[in-house]
């Protein structure tokens, strides 16, 4: 025994006591793991299975099915003979929303970031104010606009529903009012994890201001600005709670986005059931391929640094 | 030499500074100010609210000074809004339920999540690591693909109390819940728990007197962003609670419009304001932990 190396024996007493506790614990299976297991069927498993199944079948509720195939999703676009392009508007609409959005957000934080951390008086407080319409709710927020917006279109005689422009500049400056400072904070961290020394070596090499951005900070956050693109992109993509509380997909359905869409085929029409499952199993495979998309690009981001 | 630098760069910039912190007050006092509105016009006559919606006074200040007092005093009525907006949505009832819900549920996904993480992280079998996946999955899943479903199924199950929506928002806020647990189990070393089992505890004492409180940091991320998304949550508890006897803030917000067809602007200022409160002063005392977690969740999810 003395004359063993030490190494192997406790390497063997590690993989043993490991094996011995994982034993331990695996009996108290019904205290650790049950509760969440159960919750997790009933709250995602089941709906989601059931939610796929559904929309191959005709129903009003989760009992009375009927199977009719692929009827609901050839319903989606066209009804009795005749094209239905409402859910294709709202792709397109929810599409140039989400890109509208993404961009100025992200431009804006980035800009406010960029100056709060020059060091400047009241930094603080500046962050603070800019952070808190983020931890409002969407249904509170919009209600809150809905007010200033009307109070100021109607000295032009218009509403926020006038149009769907103005519905939909309506909805990009409420979500940019509520994400910006989300963006900022996130940015901001981003922005002092960039070595100092980068900077000062830049600075001695000559480098002027739009250099100095372009060259070393912009490629430095670049994890960062992958990160925040992301967020904005699948929070315009899943917007619900604004855009029903601004303008309940007013005037005429046409500032519907994919989720109130979807929401008004299940709920607004009897027997429409069905289409509206059908719908939300395409809205599902388009945020599954951006979230994997971006799961692509931050790994890979990772592995390069 | 980082906080040399640091000063450095302050002193070199504090020539322009002043200039920035001038801008960002306006800017600030800008943002704010939507807020800041409806709270003013919260205490306006609700016939007056649209006719000056900005203004203090129903009368011009050019018209002297006596003639704008009273116009003041025309245009405000006091906490008669408040008072119209309490009992149109039974506001207090409705803080109630999104108090109970809220920390109910934010209390048992803390608690079942960060068990139900450290059994995945610690027993490696193949059903550990299909739940660990089917977590992963269900973060990317919009709700919407499962709503009609899953509040069937809460009527079926009796679940349309607020008791029973806890346990609904366990099993919907369970993915991000245990992502971010097991991320953190994975960083804690064997040898502690070890150490612990050998001197004599029980599993369940090992995790409540040893792992538990290691998992602080992530706990306080995952309660604040759980808690974020229970508060605002609109259109999961419209679904499942029965809306008849339980409504959530955001649900009585978007109630006192439909119920009338056309909105009390009066009652809905007051009541906005009232909503809104509650988070601020929130916000205000934990401003640190909510930011800090935010930023977690951010880079983790």
Redesign the interface.
Known sequence: MGDKSPAPLILSGRVEKGTVMEKAIRKYFPIFALPTLLAFTIGFIVPFLYGIFLSFCEFTTVTDWSWVGLKNYTKIFVVNGTLDTSFLHSMWYTALFTVVSVCIINIMSFIIAMALTKGIKGTNLFRTVFFLPNLIGGIVLSYVWLMIFNAILQNFSKTIVTSQWSAFWGMVIVVCWQQIGYMMIIYIAGIQNIPGELIEAAKIDGANAWQLLRHVTLPMLMPTITICTFLTLTNGFKLFDQNLALTGGNPGKLSQLLALNIYDTMYGTSGWQGIGQAKAVIFFILVAIIAVVQNKLTTSKEVES | M?AN??QV??VR?AKH??I??AL??I??IL??S??L??VL?SFKRKAF??RY??GISANKITEGWSEFIAGTKNLFCGTLNYQNGLKATNFLSCFGNSLFITVGAVLLIVL??S??A???V???TKG?KL?YT??LF?M???????????S???N??HLSNPLGII??????G??LA?FMFTGFVKSIS?EI??AA??DGC???QT?FLVVFPILKPTTVTVAILEA?WV?????LPSLVLNINKYKT??IA??YL?QSHGQID?GA??AV?VL??LP??I??IIC?KY??EG??AG??K?
């Open positions: 980082a630098k640091e760069s302050t910039r500074g002043w920035l912190t960002f007050t800017i600030s943002w704010i939507p807020i509105v409806v016009n609210i649209f919606p900005f079942c999540c068990m139900c450290w059994y995945i610690r027993v490696k550990t739940m089917l977590c269900s990317i899943v919009p709700f919407q693909m499962v709503m009609f479903t899953l069937k199924f809460a079926m199950l346990v609904v928002y366990l099993g919907f369970a993915g245990v064997l728990e070890e089992m050998i029980t599993p369940l995790f974020m508060w605002n949550d609109y259109l803030i955001p917000v978007q419009k602007w809905m200022m906005l909503a809104i988070i601020v929130f916000y401003q909510i930011i935010v930023l951010a880079v999810g």
